[in-house]
């Protein structure tokens, strides 16, 4: 049922062997030029990546190619725009996390010879100050054909933790803390603090599940980036 009517920009199209997009069949979609590429890993990375999970065993998850973006974020959200622009490019090529709560705990950058470019190492100082503002530590290991496992252990060993204990807790959601005497707000606040680890306004919020539910708190802005909290009558 489609309408056959070209258009002016249609017989002009036509005029010059090109079809006017909006007419193909419809009922086809166009294909789509994306495809899988073989070289997820460079053979460095995959080499090291072997080794890599072999001395980590079950005591972290090993993310390749991480995007900055989605392990950082700004905490002064008025600047986002600037800051971000300068991390959403740039990806790290390991990140480790706790297996169960996949809180990364440690980076790795594989530096091959394009690191020593002046480019390169102005960028390089760039993130390692992005990853030592934020507490993630971040480890540089020289890029090479192959790996020793017992020198891979002895670098990683003093980041991971000891043996995987099934005691360890999941804590998905922090504690509220407990206001149990008085639920209510005071009728005069007490000055607004501060995010610890933002450093911006914290702002009240009830909680919506939970043991505590119904309870107000103090949260931070940047929730659930940030899931720092403080007890409502706290400074
Ligand atoms: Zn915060």
Avoid at 134 to 147: F, I, K, R, S
Avoid at 182 to 192: H, L, M, R, V
Avoid at 193 to 198: A, G, H, I, Y
């Amino acid at each position: 049922m489609s309408d056959e009517r070209p258009g002016c920009l249609g017989r002009f199209m036509r005029l010059f062997g090109l079809k006017p997009r909006s007419r193909q069949n419809s009922g086809t979609v166009e294909e789509l030029p994306y495809r899988l590429r073989d070289d997820f890993l460079s053979v460095t990375e995959s080499s090291f990546w072997r080794v890599l999970m072999a001395a980590v065993g079950n005591r972290a998850t090993v993310c390749p190619k991480v995007g900055l973006r989605d392990i950082f974020y700004v905490a002064r959200p008025n600047e986002n725009a600037v800051y971000m622009n300068q991390i959403k490019q740039k990806h790290l090529d390991f990140l480790l996390c706790d297996p169960k709560t996949i809180k990364p705990f440690l980076a790795i950058e594989l530096d091959d010879a394009s690191h020593a470019r002046p480019e390169r190492i102005e960028r390089d100082e760039f993130v390692d100050r992005v990853f030592k503002t934020a507490g993630l530590p971040l480890l540089h290991v020289p890029a090479q054909a192959n790996y020793s496992l017992r020198m891979l252990s002895e670098l990683l060993n003093p980041y991971l933790p000891p043996v995987m204990d099934n005691a360890a807790s999941v804590a998905i959601v922090p504690p509220v803390p407990a206001t149990a005497t008085s639920p209510e707000i005071p009728n005069a606040p007490p000055s607004i603090p501060l995010c610890p680890k933002c450093g911006v306004p914290m702002v009240v919020r009830t909680a919506k599940s939970g043991e505590h539910q119904g309870k107000q708190f103090y949260g931070c802005p940047n929730y659930p980036k940030c899931r720092e909290m403080k007890p409502l009558a706290s400074k």
